[in-house]
């Protein structure tokens, strides 16, 4: 099936962002906040310690702690650097 961009044009259904997660969100109260970094491979999370020591706990997800001081740069990521170089 051919999936370029002529099919997607005649496509009524489609629309471009419907492959894309929002990139902030948070709840009413704001008692966490989540932002999906747009160019590099990461999600911040913000909350309290109880929710950032539950996330760090969890199994199946990849979870550092970040301080206020971290550079968000791909060269700061030294757990996946080898994976940088392939």
Do not use: H, K
Not at 11 to 35: H, K
Request: proline fraction near 7%.
């Amino acid at each position: 099936m051919d999936t370029g961009p002529d099919e997607f044009a005649t496509d009524p259904t489609y629309q471009p962002w419907d492959d894309q997660s929002p990139n902030l969100w948070w709840p009413e109260d704001r008692a966490w906040f989540v932002a999906t970094e747009i160019d590099y491979a990461w999600t911040y999370v913000g909350g309290t310690e109880e929710l950032i020591g539950s996330l760090l706990m969890t199994n199946g997800l990849e979870v550092l702690a970040a301080q206020l001081t971290d550079r968000p740069f791909s060269d700061c990521d030294t757990l996946n650097a080898a994976l940088d170089c392939q």
